[in-house]
Nanobody, 115 residues
Framework: QVRLVESGGGLVQPGGSLRLSCSAS????????MSWYRQAPGKERELVAR????????NYADFVKGRFTISRDNAKNTVYLQMNSLKPDDTAAYYC????????WGQGTQVTVSS
């Protein structure tokens, strides 16, 4: 059974940083493309960043380029999202997604950027 568990969210001041983690189990993590999405209240869920199976290929939404970094540790079955220079507009629930084969989502972790 595929399981994705996000952690690392919280309340942070504008300009601050957070690192999200997504621990995966129930599938062969190393061969799967993984993504982070986010959804703010009243808005559609949107792609934040994606990383290929070998971490050599990454893609970012324009609104996070230069601020966020996606990475993965295949030995730990974990994908990360380092978020720097956070803005109030980054406030959202952040979700991990298994992109390959059967699409699967985690339960999400809340990030709130506020002074």
């Amino acid at each position: 059974q595929v399981r994705l568990v996000e952690s690392g969210g919280g309340l942070v001041q504008p300009g601050g940083s957070l690192r999200l983690s997504c621990s995966a189990s129930g599938f062969i993590f190393s061969i799967n493309t993984m993504s982070w999405y986010r959804q703010a209240p009243g808005k559609e869920r949107e792609l934040v960043a994606r990383v290929g199976s070998t971490a050599g290929s990454t893609n970012y939404a324009d609104f996070v380029k230069g601020r966020f970094t996606i990475s993965r540790d295949n030995a730990k079955n974990t994908v990360y999202l380092q978020m720097n220079s956070l803005k109030p507009d980054d406030t959202a629930a952040y979700y991990c997604r298994k992109d390959s084969g059967v699409i699967s989502w985690g339960q999400g972790t809340q990030v709130t950027v506020s002074s």
